[in-house]
């Protein structure tokens, strides 16, 4: 048994390694001037320097510090938005009896199935009939659409779980439909919200196509769409691709420490009470 | 309070009659149980009631005022479920207070509410506790407390205590029935438990197949039974059944089937019975209505027969018999210091003045 539980965790340790050793070599490479890494980054000497992630951050062409902002607000709107439209609609779906609705969770099932790239052109024409190109506001617009789906379809998955004499127990006691939902299906919803948050907000901040089809006057790219361009005319900078990929790093790991703990309360579902 | 009454309600889910044409009274302040088995609407008339399910047909009025398109929070009805039902992300301070909070109740009104009704179910302490910290019992007083602190007009109860343990059901059933002693409000408890529809209800309508076979007192439905279904259905060990027919010789009448041969006494000989005179019955003997000669000091006549028995079960307080009455199985619960031996052929003695008779055909009791 002890044997078996050794072997277990020298296994688990050498996948960790493997997996963690290129987000090692990144920070090598962010930390360090590249003649000390361009030929294996693992050797002495080890001069640390923050200079390559002040470069990104105020970089001319491509300033992480503005992008870091353009993202921030189309992550978060394009969270918030979908996250509270969906859970009313899949209170709705998972709880309203009415015409209509199998059809319906049909269209939203195969909506999950479309691929991205098929949407992009009708998509840049609508935002161009409605003058939503080029502004942060069609972005949240276009990520939320295309997050709704999978949205609705996990959290009416979850509201299924929840015993519905605890809606019958609120219409009695005297709440209508709103009330029953506010005051009593949200916050019961809030660890799967959580889960959906953290994941919609990283598919959102790492998303690079729906950016460039929309987004293309250089103050209001996100970060996604800077981190090429601070690649370099003629050679490849790599400490400053890499501080550039770290700083982008940073706000879903904070995102996801931060709601960690509801995130896996979430994804269990309603098995755990 | 209020009176509740059902006029012809019917509910059907698709094509499947759930409830079919019943009509219930229920007075103001009285406890009505509805019991039966799994599937026989006594559930799904409760939360039509509430204002759950909606009425396919017929009217249910509360306090007089016909309540058929009016919604749950409109009723002034508190239920309590099986589950309970509390909201799990309020503490039990305000699961209590949400129902009042909802009508607008001042604070200071709805904190005072809330503490006299949790003191007088003795969780005055758990007021700050979530309902995962409780135990069963204390979750069942939350959904109490729930409940009286509206102070409505009627209180429906779903199987509250099929949930509970054994022991602490029994305690709880005391402290319910107490309670209504107390509040004095009309309540409707829903259970498939006779013994909790025996102990508790004023009245009991009996259900089954989303019919109300009988509503009666206790007592009554006990010893009158109007069908025997309800005669099966409440009393433990349920009743004898054993196929007969009626006879007469010098003018008296007789229960005769295989095995045995009956006197009815006089006064039960009635017109009504004599009409079955040389027709197929069902005689109906309650296991307590059966003794042996050593119980009864005198006996009377043509009121014994034999059966052979199978098994006996020593409960300390009584004894259960299993015996074969020529093919047709009796059971009969006798004094547990008379001696029985498996196997032997056994005289009891059927007490005919408590005897019953039915239709083989209508299951309908004839005395």
Known sequence: MRKRNILAKSIAIGVAIIWALPFIGIVMTALRPSREVLYGWWYPPFHLSIKNFVGAWTHPTAALGIGLRNSVQVAVGATVLPTLVASLMAYGLGRLRFPGRGPLLMLIGLLLALPQQMIAWPLFREMHAMGLLNSLTGLILAHSAWGLPWIVFFLRGYIETLPVELEEAARIDGAGRLKTFLYVIFPLMLPALASVMVLQFTWVWNDFFLALILIFDPNKMVLTQRIPLLRGQYHVDWGLLSAGALITMLVPLLVFIFLQRYFVKGLIGGAVK | ?367
């Open chain 2, 1 to 367: 309070m209020a009176e509740v009454l059902l006029k012809e309600v019917t509910k059907k889910f698709g094509d499947f009659v759930a409830v079919n044409h019943i009509s219930l009274e229920v007075r103001d302040g009285e406890f009505v149980v509805l019991v039966g088995p799994s599937g026989c609407g006594k559930t799904t008339t409760l939360r039509m009631i509430a204002g759950l399910e909606e009425v396919t047909e017929g009217e249910i009025y509360i306090g007089g005022r016909l309540v058929n398109d009016v919604p749950p929070k409109d009723r002034d009805i508190a239920m309590v479920f099986q589950n309970y039902a509390l909201y799990p992300h309020m503490d039990v301070y305000n699961n209590m207070a949400f129902g009042l909070k909802l009508r607008k109740i001042p604070k200071k009104e709805i904190d005072r509410r809330v503490r006299e009704v949790a003191k007088m179910l003795g969780i005055e302490d758990k007021l700050r506790a979530k309902p995962r910290e409780l135990s069963g019992g204390q979750r069942q007083r939350v959904a109490l407390g729930r409940a009286i602190v509206r102070n409505p007009k009627v209180f429906l109860f779903d199987e509250p205590l099929s949930n509970l343990d054994a022991k602490l059901r029994v305690r709880m059933r005391a402290e319910l029935a107490e309670l209504h002693q107390r509040l004095k409000t009309t309540s409707i408890y829903v259970t498939h438990d006779q013994v909790e529809a025996m102990t508790l209800g004023h009245r009991i309508a009996v259900m089954k197949e989303g019919v109300i076979q009988q509503y009666a007192d206790p007592q009554t439905i006990y010893d009158q039974p109007a069908n025997m279904f309800v005669a099966g259905f409440i009393g433990s060990p349920p009743m004898n059944f054993l196929r007969a027919h009626l006879t007469e010789s010098d003018g008296k009448v007789y229960v005769e089937g295989e095995g045995f041969k009956l006197l009815i006494p006089a006064d039960k000989a009635t017109d009504e019975v004599r009409s079955f005179l040389g027709k197929d019955v069902v005689f109906g003997i309650r296991p307590e209505d059966l003794r042996t000669p050593e119980m009864v000091r005198e006996p009377a006549p043509e009121t014994s027969f034999t059966a052979r028995v199978r098994v006996r079960e020593a409960l300390g307080d009584e004894l259960i018999v299993y015996a074969d009455c020529s093919g047709q199985e009796i059971i009969a619960k006798l004094d547990p210091h008379v001696r029985v031996n498996v196997g032997e052929e056994t005289t009891f003695i059927a007490m005919m003045e408590r005897m019953h008779l039915f239709d083989p055909e209508s299951e309908v009791a004839i005395i």
